[in-house]
T-cell receptor, first 109, second 113 residues
């Protein structure tokens, strides 16, 4: 099962784009990349997922490299409410999500 | 309801007592997951249900932990003879099947004193 590597923490200025990187060099061809976030004291919230193509929704964009060994979650205009722990996850063969330590994003005024 | 509902939201219990935690998934969601999150830590996978069968129980930490699911509806996580290290937030999530994103509940905060 693929594992992911993320920086433990990042800062971003309010109103700027937040780019959160993730490495998943052992990902296999049919495994999806999922992103969740967890705001303090709340359950995790689904953000976006993708397989090969870049994806965009109302919350974020997901850029996956051509070799699929890494991806970047982009929050185009970060707000203070985007301060959270962001988890990049590769779904395993059984379908369950294994959460790592994530990236703690701090959006600063 | 519109989301995943967990009850109770908070539970304080004495060491050695048994506790039951309940999860009501979103209607129609066949997949249901339980996770545990200790203070300041990441999420630990406990168990996964597809319908009322549990193909993956690999995360249950000991035989004091068990879980059941009634059809494609409510699930209960039971912890027998609770220990202080069981103190954590227990999170439940459901999804339409094993390949969609999960929706998480708000969790049950369990404190063993």
């Amino acid at each position: 099962d693929a594992k992911t590597t993320q920086p433990p923490s990042m800062d971003c200025a309010e109103g700027r784009a937040a780019n959160l990187p993730c490495n998943h060099s052992t990902i296999s061809g049919n495994e999806y990349v999922y992103w969740y976030r967890q705001i303090h004291s709340q359950g995790p919230q689904y953000i976006i997922h993708g397989l090969k193509n870049n994806e965009t929704n109302e919350m974020a964009s997901l850029i996956i490299t051509e070799d699929r060994k890494s991806s970047t979650l982009i929050l185009p205009h970060a707000t203070l409410r985007d301060t959270a722990v962001y988890y990049c996850i590769v779904r395993d063969r059984s379908g369950k999500l294994i959460f790592g330590q994530g990236t703690e994003l701090s959006v600063k005024p | 309801g519109a989301g995943v509902s967990q009850s109770p939201s908070n539970k304080v219990t004495e060491k050695g007592k048994d506790v039951e935690l309940r999860c009501d998934p979103i209607s129609g969601h066949t997949a249901l997951y339980w996770y545990r999150q200790r203070l300041g830590q990441g999420l630990e996978f406990l168990i996964y249900f597809q319908g009322n069968s549990a193909p993956d129980k690999s995360g249950l930490p000991s035989d004091r932990f068990s879980a059941e699911r009634t059809g494609e509806s409510v699930s209960t996580l039971t912890i027998q003879r609770t220990q202080q290290e069981d103190s954590a937030v227990y999170l439940c999530a459901s999804s339409p099947d094993s390949y969609y994103g999960y929706t998480f509940g708000s969790g049950t905060r369990l404190t063993v004193v």
